[in-house]
């Protein structure tokens, strides 16, 4: 790591950035937490443990990813090692755990002890011990700094590699977009396996200011994590969209007077479309004009938030308005490090220096969706877009049958290939509708044996399911029908089967 002090520079390294930030504010604390504080000094001495424990550039290592201090050691550490940070849950299937670090080509695990085992990888426990800070080997900006997993057709977790760079230059611009100030506490709410913790950890960590975990905030009660907010002086939260629009509704229900946490000055949302009446309810908060609310767009393959747009709030030409609950929400600008190129079609492609290394391991899908033009690489997103006269993109739809649960991207042919793997089912088709306000997987099943006396149950087919997919994949609701609508080209069809047996 970089030991020179000052102000953190335009383009450089994540890690060099962090270093230059622990130096000129070793004292204040970077990490609050109910196991307790850790300064930037502190900090550093359990990123540099980590990192010599590993040895240089051990590759791809795995990580317990759970909502603790730990774990930031654990991306910290692998990062300054020169390694590949590979967040593996722990309550995902044993399974997919060992398709997935098979698939990375893990060298090692940090963190839990019995889940190393279970893998078959070395265990690395983060210490945090006394020492200097140690240097980090010379990485390049296409290095890799992380690999994640995204839904895919084929039924096996789909590998996304992002270099150093990308990750880098998103963190400079978040500083930027979000206002991280020192002054800063950040609550980190997202799963540590999903990238969007990353906008929660990298902005406040290179930016000196303080990260904080919250266990109440995961509790499944708005008040408690309200409370939670206030008492730790919460001053930036991310929601997933999905989550968000359940805590309007919370607010909602105490009418204009709800309060919301005084100390409180940013809201990001996304993942997917924030609904326009939830907006509406929001705007006639009391404490709406006051709070930023943040509608970002992103992709994995193109690294966390690529645009934003304040819809209400301070930042907006009229901070007091009302928000027409027709009016839909749109995505925003481009952010500083973005290309972006909207196709004949509709389809919003990115470019610049954010975008992932590929799909190791699978050139025919790495081919399909980073494509050259004019010489440029660009990730075509699957997204159609309109923009408006003054610049700003607004979603209209994909352009493919990928859909959006909890936030995260669900190709629904990974759920049809693993009910295909069950003995008894025939054919299946799985698709997206809105249940109790959010947006849930549904599944239709055809038996392999039509005219078997017992054919499987739903129960069945969801127990199977649940022992090969991680549970944002499983659907909220399956039902065993006798056939399923097909095109007239003869394809099944997804739409059209929920249609049938909706009622």
């Known amino acids: 790591m970089s030991k020179n002090g000052g102000v953190n520079r335009p383009g450089s390294d994540l890690l060099d950035t962090f270093a230059q930030t622990a130096l000129r504010w070793p004292e204040r604390v970077a990490i609050d937490s109910p196991e307790g504080t850790l300064d930037y000094r502190q900090l550093t001495t359990c990123v540099s443990g980590l990192a010599a424990a590993l040895g240089d550039r051990p590759g791809p290592v795995a990580v317990s990813a759970e909502h603790a201090p730990r774990t930031v050691v654990a991306l910290l550490g692998i990062l300054a090692a020169g390694g590949t940070y590979v967040p593996v849950d722990p309550a995902f299937p044993v399974e997919r755990q060992r398709r997935m670090v098979v698939a990375a080509g893990c060298t090692a695990l940090v963190g839990s002890a019995g889940q190393a085992a279970l893998l078959g990888l070395p265990h690395v426990e983060p210490a945090c011990g006394e020492g200097e800070l140690r240097a980090t080997v010379a990485a390049a900006p296409d290095d890799p700094a992380y690999l994640l997993f995204t839904s895919g057709s084929t039924g096996q977790p789909k590998p996304v590699l992002t270099p150093r760079r990308a990750v880098s230059a998103v963190a400079e611009s978040l500083r930027g977009l979000f206002g991280v100030t020192p002054a800063d506490r950040v609550l980190q709410f997202a799963s540590p396996n999903w990238d969007t913790c990353f906008e929660e950890i990298l902005p406040a960590l290179t930016a000196g200011a303080r990260l904080v975990f919250a266990p109440e905030a995961h509790s499944g009660s708005f008040p408690r994590l309200l409370r939670a907010v206030e008492r730790r002086g919460v001053t930036v939260l991310d929601l997933p969209t999905a989550f968000w629009h359940e805590l309007v509704l919370h607010l909602a229900e105490d009418g204009p007077d709800a309060e919301l946490p005084s100390c409180l000055r940013l809201v990001v949302i996304g993942g997917e479309a924030a609904d ?36 209400l709030g301070p930042d907006t030409p009229e901070p007091g308005r009302r928000w027409d609950s027709a009016e839909r929400a749109p995505i925003g600008r481009a952010l500083p490090h973005v290309e972006e190129l909207v196709t004949e079609e509709g389809e919003l492609l990115i470019g610049g220096p954010a975008l992932a290394t590929g799909y190791p391991g699978l050139p025919e899908a790495t081919a399909a969706r980073f494509a050259e033009r004019a010489g440029r690489r660009w990730f075509r997103t699957g997204d159609r877009v309109s923009r408006a006269p003054d610049g700003v993109l607004t979603h209209r739809g994909r352009i493919d049958h990928e859909v959006k649960i909890r936030g995260i991207r669900v190709d629904p042919a990974e759920v049809e290939t693993a009910l295909g793997s069950h003995p008894r089912v025939g054919l299946s088709a799985v698709t997206a509708t809105t249940l109790a306000g959010r947006t849930a997987l549904v599944a239709y099943v055809v038996p392999r044996d039509r005219a078997a006396a017992d054919p499987p149950s739903s129960a069945e087919l969801l127990r199977h399911l649940r022992e090969l997919l991680p549970a944002h994949l499983v659907p909220s609701r399956l039902s065993v029908v006798p056939e399923l609508a097909r095109t007239p080209g003869g394809k099944i069809d997804r739409a059209a089967s929920h249609l049938l047996y909706a009622n």
């Open 276 to 311: 326009p009446a939830r907006l509406a309810d929001w705007s006639r908060l009391a404490d709406s004009a006051r709070i930023r609310l943040l509608n970002t767009y992103g992709c994995t393959e193109t690294t966390l938030i690529t645009h934003a747009v304040d819809l």
